[in-house]
């Protein structure tokens, strides 16, 4: 729980840093970086939008690896108990899944 959390904040702010660059450089090129006279609600839409689009971004970026259709897609880490020599050198899950098929 603790490293999706850590994973969110991450990519919030990545996501978040990449949407301001964009947003100045768009700005720069083309000679619009003022601010705003009155805010209307199609401007207010669009910040919510984007919002709410780098937090689902950050929140699947975090929680699709969890997912239990995709446990054999992403790779979790493997850890082996230091009298367990057999699976040393195979750290490929095919690998695994051949050698406890031959046991």
Do not use: W
């Not at 990545?14 to 705003?36: D, E, K, N, Q, W």
Request: overall charge positive.
């Amino acid at each position: 729980f603790l490293g999706v959390i850590s994973t969110i904040g991450s990519q919030l702010s990545l996501f978040a840093m990449t949407v301001l660059s964009l947003t100045r450089v768009i700005g720069l090129t083309c000679s619009s970086m003022t601010a705003p006279s009155v805010v209307n609600k199609k401007t207010i839409v669009k910040i919510i939008a984007m919002v709410t689009a780098i937090f689902a971004l950050s929140a699947s970026v975090a929680l699709v690896p969890l997912a239990p259709s995709l446990e054999d897609y992403f790779v979790q880490g493997l850890y082996y108990e230091p009298e367990n020599k057999i699976f040393i050198g195979f750290p490929n899950k095919k690998k695994h899944i051949k050698i406890l098929r031959f046991y």
